[in-house]
């Protein structure tokens, strides 16, 4: 997948954040040959590691609630095998029905090592190593259904050409 699919971002604790990347497209920075065109393993950090700015945001149901901007960050690792950072300032705003969204107003993307994107993502080794082995598990699955698939049609191509063949000697 794309960096920039990851348009709802959503954590364990069932806490989502609905990051509009489209219009207005956000300020980009960091490291040029990244992008949201950048392809592979993306998670958010946790939900407890989300920074949220006190006293900003979308006061919502006559007052009595707050959806506070914030910044959060993504892990990933890229299909050049570079860690990566994704840092994601959003604003908070009334969205569809003054039900609330997060619209990201600056990203930057910047190669780490995996160290630092232990400390900064606030991830353990384990759930790294849990999301990777997770997706490589998925791909695979997903491309032996494939090869199935393809498997089956092959078949049905050498049934075809074999009856066409024999047609063929008949006449």
């Known amino acids: 997948p794309k960096l920039g699919d990851l348009e709802c971002l959503c954590s364990e604790h069932g806490h989502h954040h609905d990051l509009w990347v489209d219009d207005p497209i956000p300020e980009m920075s960091g490291a040029d040959r990244f992008s949201l065109h950048t392809q592979g393993v993306f998670k958010c950090q946790p939900a ?3 920074e949220y700015f006190p006293e900003t945001g979308f006061v919502f149901y006559g007052g009595t609630g707050r959806m506070k901007n914030g910044r959060l960050r993504i892990w990933g690792l890229t299909r050049a095998n570079e860690w990566l950072i994704v840092t994601v300032e ?3 705003e ?3 029905k ?3 969204r997060e619209r990201a107003v600056k990203i930057d993307l910047g190669e780490v090592d995996l160290p630092t994107l ?3 993502a606030q991830v353990s080794p384990r759930e ?3 999301e990777l082995g997770a997706q490589i598990k998925r791909t695979y699955r997903a491309r032996e259904e494939l090869a199935a698939r393809l498997r ?3 078949q049905m191509v050498e049934i075809e050409e074999l009856a066409l063949s ?3 000697e008949t006449r």
Request: no cysteine; aromatic share 12%; hydrophobic share 45%.
């Open 48 to 50: 407890g590691a989300v």
């Open 90 to 92: 959003f604003n908070s």
């Open 94 to 96: 009334p969205g569809y």
């Open 98 to 100: 003054d039900r609330g």
């Open 118 to 120: 232990l400390a900064e």
């Open 128 to 130: 790294v190593w849990q």
């Open 152 to 154: 089956a049609l092959a």
């Open 166 to 168: 024999v047609s063929q």
